[in-house]
């Protein structure tokens, strides 16, 4: 990520509608047609990354959720938003001061 | 794949002994895979070759429901914003109404029924939403519904069917009719604030007649499960009334006949004696509608069963002219895209393919 966790958070486009089921989520961009299948752990983070004010906040309440890792956890969570920004579904934008 | 849907037990050795590719390919064109999906991940038993292939493909169904769940909505929204009060029916309405998730009800396009009256400004509002008219065969006549397809990037997110007479056969001219639909209808808030679709009552005797009417020998699990999932919700009086209904409309044969099929596949609970009970008025002749249930019959005899139903030899001319010369664009269309022929021949060829498919008898 170029800009710090702290200075982002991750928003879901109004282009993408999603669904859970069980534990897990669809997530689909109505645009492409592309969807992403969370496992109940993605959809965990998926959670905390819509909830939390920024990407940093949300990495710390997993760490202490999963009582992991923090930097694995960072890892994971910038690996997550990559694959998600990369097909449309999700925004990653500058926290507001 | 019934015993599952039933709830009942199914060995851990006759799904270890499955091909899961061709489990899939059944599940599909039965119609029920995301339902037999949910079902065997419950269960916790399934080999997991079987289990990985039906959780992706339950999964895409999901992304396709959520594609098709916003342009419906779209759809939905706009009809009534336009006063168009067009009722969401068949597999598309029980999506919401009778199954726990839309997803594990497949379905390849939404019917949407609406008056007669309201067709141009219906075709019109559709096409404003970007949706194309599908090329047809056939008249108002013998089709009384319109695909339309929205398309994004060329592929189709959204077939929406546009009915303004849920029946097409002849036989059924009379036995659903909008203004009565409407009256009866329900919301539907499980889709959007605006939608509507039928009562129970009517949707199950819809259930019970599409498969028949428009289907013939092709019996599909999910047209079996829809009656199932809407009699599993019927309570004492609604038998009564839907027995009546049936009579009324003279569909008691087919209503029977699907009920009793659901019952054996699913034990969907029929209260005993319900067809025992007297219908109301004096003894009638044998129901027009009954000779659809007879296995295997030819094109040709649905046609002719069509002709006896119209109003009248005008009627009968126009039909027949509308099966032998459907419009140039369709013909262009299906027999020669992309090929400067006459129309006169492709109306022959038509002519000579269509006559042995009109008598052959379904295998």
Known sequence: MSL????????????????????????????TGRYFALNDVGTQVWARLMSEASVQAACDALCREFDADLREIEMDVDQLLARLDAEGLVEIRRVEP | ????????????????????????????RHGVLPLVAERLAALGETPAGLAARLRERAQGHIATDLAREAALRELVGAFDGAGLAAL???????????????????????????????????????????????????????????????????????????????????AFRAVFDYDELAAGSIGLPALCAAARGLSAMHALAIACVHPVAHHLDDERLIWLYDIHMIACGLRGEDWSRFRTLAADRRVVAICRASLERAAELFDTPVPDGLWCEPASGSPRSPEPTGRYLRPKRRHAEVVLDDLRGAAGWAERWRMIRAHVFPPAAYMREVYAPSSPRPLVWLYLRRAIVGASKWLRRPS
């Open chain 2, 1 to 28: 794949m019934a015993a599952l849907l039933a709830g009942r037990r199914v060995e851990p050795a006759v799904l270890a002994g499955v091909d899961p590719g061709e489990f899939c390919r059944d599940a599909e």
């Open chain 2, 88 to 170: 969401v029916v068949k597999g598309a309405m029980l999506a919401y109404s009778h199954y726990p998730r839309p997803d594990l009800r497949p379905r390849l396009d939404s019917d949407v029924l609406i008056a007669e009256r309201d067709c141009r400004a219906a075709h019109e509002l559709l096409v404003r939403l970007g949706y194309g008219p599908e090329v047809q065969a056939g008249t108002d006549l013998i089709l009384y519904q319109r695909p339309y397809v929205l398309r994004r990037h060329g592929a189709a997110v959204h077939v929406v069917d546009l009915h303004w007479r849920l029946v097409n056969p002849q």
């Open chain 1, 4 to 31: 710090a966790r702290a200075e982002v958070r991750a928003v879901k486009p109004e282009k993408v509608v999603l669904r859970m089921v069980g534990n897990e989520t669809v997530l689909l961009n109505t645009d």
